[in-house]
């Protein structure tokens, strides 16, 4: 059958690909450890699950409005403005099957064919090829581990064409956990100010900040930085909330409300009853955000320690998110158990095969020489992933 040259280029997600061949082989009966997904491996609190039955009760199974219920807009605009104290509109709100989805109606709204889009490397898999679907160009910047995963201002001035219309943020970062620090937001500002770009902001990972530090947004910076500002945040990581998709962007008035549009005619609102559920974890208590980050936390002051014994393996403390981005270039160029590893494509798939062990190869991220491990998952886990990891690279 046709299949279409937009289809034929897209390759699929290589954190879904892993992390579905982990389940495969668990489900063939081999004891595979999984360190490729990004997904909270506690189950979605109590009172929401609650609510869902309740919301299903009350009948609340029908279509809603397309860019979702006014209640949970209400409440994602009150929970922003209590933790962070920035202030928006119910309607520059436009909620979506997911973060992932809200981030596709952005590229949707704003992109025109060959528009170019600013993106921090190492980056999430789905950015550049949500770009491309949308007739853009992800335009990479590199960022160094020795530098924190910090851009360089001239690097990014550099980067803007004519064609550029947005600079992408990511911070917390997926994969690195890195944040951005303020001077690097306001650098970011300014050069969205001198050539009037749309910055799209991703905190996805706001609520998984560690050691005690806050989160700041760059909308935080100052009103002229927020009015050009899109926000895309959601409940999948913050509440374990991965399977119910629900996400949303934030956006001046009339972007927001061209995006409903195209949501109104791509996929309608997103499931009326996940939306009662976000509403519980937006609107009831909070403490089960902070000791689920409290979790995490322990999971990678142990996980880095450990992983930093294993020799020719370097790795930063992510300082949020749930991810360890280690540096194994040393480990390239070797042969094991009777393989050439070149890549780190390669190594990925020698740890699963061998070593029953999943991990996202850097190459998938824009950063050849790394892999990401996860850490949503339990010291037992890791423990064993770790003894695992030895083994199979034989050190
Ligand atoms: N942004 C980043 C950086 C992510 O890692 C994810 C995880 N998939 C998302 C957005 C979207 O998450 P979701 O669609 O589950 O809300
Ligand atoms: N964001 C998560 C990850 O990076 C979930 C999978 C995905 O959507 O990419 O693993």
């Not at 009150?78 to 928006?88: M, P, Q």
């Not at 999948?236 to 962007?249: D, N, P, V």
């Not at 014994?309 to 991810?323: K, R, S, V, W």
């Not at 393989?339 to 850097?362: C, F, H, N, R």
Request: hydrophobic share 40%; glycine share 8%.
């Amino acid at each position: 059958m046709k299949i279409s040259q937009r289809a034929d280029n897209i390759p699929p997600s290589a954190t879904v690909g892993m992390a579905t061949r982990a389940k495969q082989m668990s489900r063939q009966g081999l004891d595979v450890i999984s360190f490729a997904v990004g997904e909270p491996d506690f189950a979605t609190p109590e009172h929401i699950c609650q609510a869902a039955y309740q919301a299903m009760e009350a009948g609340h199974t029908k279509y809603t409005a397309a860019s979702g219920i006014p209640e949970l807009k209400e409440a994602v605009v009150a929970r922003l403005r209590a933790e962070v104290g920035l202030s928006y509109d119910a309607d520059q709100i436009c909620i979506s099957s997911g973060g992932k989805h809200a981030l596709t109606n952005i590229w949707q709204t704003l992109l025109d064919e060959g528009d170019e889009v600013i993106v921090f490397a190492p980056y999430w898999v789905s950015y550049p090829a949500q770009i491309q679907l949308s007739g853009g160009r992800a335009v990479t910047v590199m960022t160094d581990a020795s530098r924190g995963f910090q851009p360089d201002p001239a690097e990014v001035r550099s980067a803007v064409t004519p064609q550029t219309v947005a600079i992408l943020v990511n911070s917390p970062a997926n994969p690195t956990g890195a944040i951005f620090g303020q001077e690097t937001l306001q650098e970011i500002a300014a050069i969205a100010a001198e050539n009037d770009l749309t910055i799209i902001s991703d905190e996805i990972y706001r609520n998984l900040i560690f050691d005690g530090r806050q989160h700041l947004s760059i909308a935080m910076l100052d009103e002229e930085t927020k009015a050009r500002t899109i926000l895309v945040d959601g409940v999948s990581k913050s509440y374990a909330m991965t399977g119910w998709r629900i996400g949303w962007l934030i956006a001046p008035k009339d972007f927001a409300t061209k995006a409903g549009s195209i949501q109104s005619q791509e996929t309608h609102n997103p499931c009326s009853i996940a939306q009662y559920a976000a509403l519980a974890a937006l609107t009831g208590p909070q403490d089960c955000v902070a000791a689920m980050r409290d979790q995490y936390e322990q999971r990678r002051d142990f996980f880095v320690e450990a992983l930093r014994q294993l020799e020719g393996i370097e790795c930063n403390t992510p300082p949020a998110a749930f991810y360890l981005f280690p540096d194994i270039s040393a480990h390239l160029g070797r042969s094991l158990a009777g393989q050439q590893i070149d890549t780190s494509l390669q190594l990925a798939e020698y740890l699963l095969e061998q070593g029953l062990i999943s991990t996202v190869p850097g190459s998938a991220f824009g950063a050849e020489g790394f892999l990401r491990l996860s850490f949503a998952c339990s010291v037992e886990d890791i423990k064993r992933g770790l003894q695992r990891l030895k083994t199979a690279l034989e050190i």
